[in-house]
Every structure is written in structure tokens, then in C-alpha cells.
């Protein structure tokens, strides 16, 4: 059985399909790309695996469970247990430190934990700027404060929307080899992209366009 | 580290890190906290300040005979006057009218303590000195004018029994007294035709003692607290009728009413325009603020924490606005006292907890809106660009 599974599933606003039914499986470990042209309906999917949005049609099965008519409060709780989400922006909260900003996801999580979220931080190589706000770090070190957030409480998908989007070419180099080592440890990547370089490290690439699944490959590089 | 430390490290955080926006709130609940806590110092102290500033104006309470036109004892009078809590006793002064001839005119002497009688009535303005030694008297402003009497002038006053009494007994029992004019009386009233002196000159004079006539008193207390002053003391003293000044005491209860609802209302505007304040300032800040309630959403809040979270902002800078309001609000109040009334206030101490509790529950109310429409914000928005 797959981690996810998504059956027929329509994203629909007014009369544009932003996702036009669409299915595909990935399963636990994998890491999978997903790219197409600006408006294929990349962050309208991500939305709806990251259980932010519900399809106008369709099964979205995550752990066995179909979570497409789910109300907003349980989606709530199955994106808080189950999904790590990275943004193009980072998205930090400015007036909390890196550290209390990976507490942050430990708090609606669980309990904060202070040690277990500095550990996340040195995974990330951030060990030495954990006590500064994101005003005082880089575009790289915030990404990977991000990073370390979304890792925090061992969700069983990590959604990653254009993390590199802001970065430069070394920064985007660190990012990538973190994600090398999280599928190493058997985390499971959905990574949307509109860098071909970022596209081609990952496993699978999924290609959209108009809202259908253009192309749906193994990457012949990956290793 | 437990979830509660972290939600007040959260807060405090937000609080002082983005110190420029929340100053704004901070400072209108404080102003407004101050507004409260110092009018309703003021409201409290105003019946007292007040009280105080209508004692100039006269006596509130007369006692007369019970039995119509006879007079009372001093004696009684000072059972009566007794049952009045002594600090709110302004003055009390008895008086003894009697008529005299001055250059063979007829008019009327009044024999009363005098300093009694400066303390009931305050507004009695005197050219020249209160009388400070025997053989010394007031006279009226109209009196002294009618006889050509000025300060400094010493005249005879005769004292003659009643003229048919006289008649009866063939002789016209006469007494004087030389009587030294130390000031002119000015009140605008009729006490301007008398003539005033101390109750052991009149006595001298008219030869008979323990008779009065009337006696006024200052009291410094509330329409109603008069009410039972007057009722309690014509019971215990059943030879006194003791009577309010009507006059006096309804209009002084129709002012301080006027003046504590005017208190009342401008209060109540000054917690509203507080209300609106805050409201406003906290609907600027969830607008500000909406990427990171999408981000605190897509991160698994559920909408109770992030009711919480603005609350617990909001509630925090009320209770901060609150205490800083209770402080500055006495020393307002103190100000206004000294410069309305020209005298210090009494610090109410339960304010400081209620002034808190006030600003608390209208920062509360004010923030109900806007936070209610952070839990609206859409986590999918942390996925769409800038
Ligand atoms: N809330 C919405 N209401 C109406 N239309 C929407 C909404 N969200 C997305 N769309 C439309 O759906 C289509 C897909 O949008 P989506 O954001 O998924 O594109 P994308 O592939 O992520 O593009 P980009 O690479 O620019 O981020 C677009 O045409 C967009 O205008
Ligand atoms: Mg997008």
C-alpha cells in the first residue's frame, strides 16, 4: 500500500481547472519532483497533499485513510501529525528566535522541547545561530531553520514548495544535500520545482501542465 | 520547557519585539485606564469636595422651637447638636432676637456665638473685624447706613421691657449697654438690618438667659443623611423641630447629581473611544500579521490556540495598560482636586485591582472581532507568493 494516493482528484474555480483529474501514488522513502509551467497547478496539488485545501473531486488517501472530505479541524490535525512543510519564503515568525521558531512546531505539535529542537537546528548545520532572529540570518540559513522546523516532529511526508526559489546556486547546494541525507534516512520528499537542476536530483519527477500530469518518470540520474 | 512557558515566551515576544505597533494600543488603554481610574476617583471624592464647597453657602439645617412660636433652651439645642458626628459638623450657631432702641429707633439685636456664627455662614462679608472682645457688635450694612453708624463708633444700646407690660406697672424698665461698632455687615440679605452680638453681651443687656430662638447649623453630608439627622434629633429632643433648608440642601443633592452623571458619561465615552482604539489597533495587527497566523495554521493550530494567542496579546497589554492607568489615574485625579478644589483626594486602593479588571474586559471586548477573523485566514496562503 502507498503512503498516498491520490484517485481522480479535480481542483476546479469557477471554470478553470486548476487541477484536472489528476491520480498518482508515491510511496514511503520516496522523493518525488514535481514541475511544470507557472499555473499547471503545482502549489493547488501541494495544497491539497499538504491537507491546507480539499479537491473538488477525488480520494485522497493518505495512510489508508481517505482524507478528502475530512472537515478543516480534523485536516488541521492530520497536517499538524503528518505533514512538514518548507516554503519559497521560509515563513519564520520575526520576532521569535530560530530555535523558538522550530519550538514553535513542537508546541501545536506536542510539547516544546528546546534540546531536541537545537539538535534539529545542528542537523541543519545552525547550531551557532540558533539563539538569532531571522532578521539577523541569510536567505540559506533561514531556509534551513525552515528545514529543521518541518523535520521537528517526524511527519511521515515533507512538503517542500520552490525551497530553493530564493536561494543562491551555494545555498540551493546545501539545501539539496540535506534533502539527499533525509531520503537517505527514509524521509519521504515531495518537492515542487521550477529548477530543472533541483528537479533532476530527485527521484521521480511528476510534470504537470493544465492541470493534468504531463509526464510521470523515474530520473534516469538519480543515484 | 512546558506549553505555558512557551505560549508566554510567545507573547511577551510578540510584545516586545514589535514594541512600535503595540505602543500605540498600549498607550490608548493606558490613557483610557488613567481616564477611569482618576474620574472615578473623582466621582467618589466629589460629595465630599463638593459637601465641603456648599458649606460656604450657608446653614442646611435650622432649629426651631417645636411648639410654635416659643423659644428653647440652650441646653436643648446642645442635646441636639450632640447627636451630629462631630466630624462633619461645619458650624453651629444659636441665636436670640430681641428688639432694642439705638438714637430711639426700634431694631432688631441678634445674640449669637459668634464664631458659630462665621462657620455657618462663611459668606458674611465684614468691613472692619469680627467682634473679639466684650462691648463689641456687627452691625448691618443697611442699619449702620439708616443710623449713620460707621467702624469704630461706640452707641448706645437700650433695652426696654414691651411697652404694655410697662404700662401696667407705671415704669418702662429700661437697660444699656455701650456697644463699640467693630465692623459693618455685608450679606445682600436681611441680616443687613440687624445688629449682632456675642450671647453674653445680649445677656447682659436683657437680663435673661437660657432663652433661644433659633439656631443654625453646617453640615457637611448628603441630602439624605441630613434627612435622618433631622427626623432623629426632633425625636430625641422633643422641644426642637429641626428643619432642613430646603433650598439649599435640594439644590446641592440636584448638582452633585448633575455632576456625577456628567463623570458617569464622559467615563463610559472614554472606555468606548479605548474600546475602538484597541479594536482598530488590533485589526492592524492580524491584517499585519495574517502570513504568520496562515503559517501558525499550516503548522497544526488549531483556531482555539490562535484565539488564544491574540487574546493572550490583547489581555496582557490590558492588564499592562491597566496597572500603568491605576498609577497615573490617582495623581490625575490628585491634580484635578487640588486645582477644582484646592484640596488632596483619599487613594482608593480597590481601584487598582478594578482599573485592571476594566481595561482587562474592554481590551477583551475590543479584541473579539479582529481575532475572530485571524481564525479566518487561510493556510494555504503560505504557499502563494508574495
Ligand atoms: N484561490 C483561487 N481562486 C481562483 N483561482 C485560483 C486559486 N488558486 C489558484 N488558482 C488558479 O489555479 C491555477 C493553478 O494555480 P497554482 O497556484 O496551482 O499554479 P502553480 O503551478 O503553483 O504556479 P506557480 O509556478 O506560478 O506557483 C492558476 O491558473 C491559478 O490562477
Ligand atoms: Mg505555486
Redesign the interface.
Known amino acids: 500500500m502507498s503512503l498516498l494516493e491520490l484517485n481522480n482528484i479535480s481542483k476546479i474555480y469557477g471554470d478553470l481547472k486548476a487541477l484536472d483529474n489528476v491520480s498518482l501514488k508515491v510511496d514511503t522513502g520516496e522523493w518525488v519532483a514535481i514541475m511544470g509551467p507557472s499555473g499547471s497547478g503545482k ?1 493547488t496539488l ?2 491539497i497533499i ?1 491537507c ?2 480539499k479537491p473538488t473531486s477525488g480520494e485522497v488517501i493518505l495512510d489508508g485513510k481517505d482524507i478528502a472530505k475530512e472537515s478543516a ?1 480534523n485536516l ?2 492530520i ?3 503528518k505533514i512538514g ?1 518548507i ?3 521560509f ?1 519564520l ?4 528566535t530560530a530555535v ?1 521558531n522550530v ?3 513542537q ?3 506536542s ?4 534540546k531536541e529542537a537545537l539538535e534539529a537546528l545542528a542537523r541543519v548545520g545552525l547550531a551557532e545561530r540558533a539563539r538569532h ?1 531571522p532578521s539577523q540570518l541569510s536567505g540559506g540559513e533561514q531556509q534551513r531553520v525552515c528545514i529543521a ?1 518541518a523535520l521537528i516532529n517526524y511527519p511521515e511526508i515533507v512538503l517542500a ?1 520552490e525551497p530553493t526559489g530564493n536561494l543562491d546556486e551555494a545555498n540551493e547546494n546545501i539545501v539539496l544535500d540535506i534533502f539527499k541525507q533525509l531520503h537517505r534516512e527514509g524521509t519521504t520528499l515531495i518537492v515542487v520545482t521550477h529548477d530543472p537542476e533541483v528537479g533532476e536530483v530527485a527521484q521521480r519527477t511528476i510534470t504537470l501542465e493544465h492541470g493534468k500530469i504531463l509526464r510521470d518518470a523515474k530520473n534516469p540520474g538519480f543515484e | ?3 505555558r512557558k ?2 508566554l ?2 507573547i511577551t ?2 510584545l ?3 514594541r512600535s505597533r503595540m505602543l500605540v494600543a498600549l498607550l490608548a488603554i493606558a490613557v483610557g485606564a488613567t481616564i477611569l481610574s482618576g474620574l472615578v476617583t473623582i466621582y467618589y471624592d466629589v460629595p465630599r469636595q463638593m459637601g465641603a464647597q456648599f458649606r460656604n453657602y450657608g446653614a442646611n439645617m435650622i432649629f426651631v422651637s417645636s411648639s410654635g412660636d416659643a423659644e428653647f433652651t440652650p441646653e436643648a439645642a446642645e442635646r441636639a447638636v450632640a447627636g451630629i458626628d462631630a466630624s462633619e459638623l461645619v458650624g453651629y450657631a444659636p441665636y436670640r432676637y430681641e428688639t432694642v432702641l439705638i438714637h430711639e429707633q426700634p431694631l432688631v439685636a441678634a445674640g449669637t456665638d459668634l464664631a458659630g456664627a462665621k462657620a455657618t455662614s462663611p459668606y458674611w462679608y465684614i468691613d472692619g473685624a469680627w467682634p473679639a472682645a466684650d462691648g463689641e457688635m456687627l452691625v448691618g450694612n443697611e442699619r449702620a447706613e439708616l443710623l449713620g453708624l460707621s467702624v469704630g463708633d461706640t452707641v448706645t444700646v437700650i433695652y426696654s421691657t414691651e411697652q404694655d407690660e410697662a404700662d401696667e406697672a407705671g415704669v418702662t424698665a429700661e437697660a444699656s449697654l455701650d456697644m463699640k461698632v467693630c465692623g459693618i455687615l455685608e450679606t445682600g440679605g436681611s441680616e443687613e438690618e440687624y445688629i449682632y452680638l456675642s450671647m453674653e453681651d445680649m445677656e447682659r443687656l436683657t437680663g435673661n438667659e437660657g432663652k433661644l430662638d433659633l439656631a443654625e447649623l453646617s453640615i457637611s453630608a448628603p441630602g439624605e443623611k441630613l434627612q435622618s439627622y433631622a427626623e432623629r434629633i426632633s425625636e430625641a429632643v422633643p422641644e426642637i423641630s429641626a428643619r432642613l433648608i430646603k433650598r439649599v440642601t435640594e439644590s446641592e443633592s440636584t448638582v452633585l447629581t448633575k455632576l456625577q452623571a456628567l463623570v458617569l458619561l464622559v467615563t463610559i465615552v472614554v472606555l468606548l473611544l479605548t474600546m475602538i482604539c484597541v479594536a482598530t489597533t488590533m485589526t492592524a495587527v492580524v491584517t499585519e500579521r495574517r ?2 497566523i ?10 482555539r ?1 490562535i484565539i488564544g494567542e491574540f487574546m493572550g496579546e490583547g489581555l496582557l497589554l490590558g492588564g499592562i495598560g491597566g496597572l500603568i492607568g491605576a498609577g497615573l489615574g490617582f495623581a490625575f485625579a490628585q491634580m484635578v482636586s487640588v486645582n477644582v478644589f484646592s484640596s488632596s483626594i483619599s487613594f482608593q486602593f480597590w481601584l487598582i485591582p478594578v482599573t485592571i479588571l476594566v481595561s482587562v474586559a474592554v481590551t477583551g471586548l475590543a479584541c473579539l472581532m479582529p481575532v475572530r477573523s485571524a481564525t479566518e485566514v ?3 496562503l ?5
Open positions: 502549489s501541494m495544497n499538504g491546507m485545501d479541524k488541521t490535525a497536517r499538524r501529525d512543510l516554503f519559497q519564503q515563513h515568525v520575526n520576532y521569535l523558538e519550538m514553535v512546531s508546541y501545536y505539535h510539547i516544546p522541547d528546546e532572529l522546523r514548495d | 520547557m512546558n506549553k512557551f505560549f515566551k510567545m515576544s510578540s516586545m519585539r514589535r502570513k504568520e496562515g503559517l501558525r495554521k499550516a503548522l497544526g493550530a488549531s483556531d490556540e487561510d493556510p494555504a503560505v504557499l502563494k507568493g508574495e
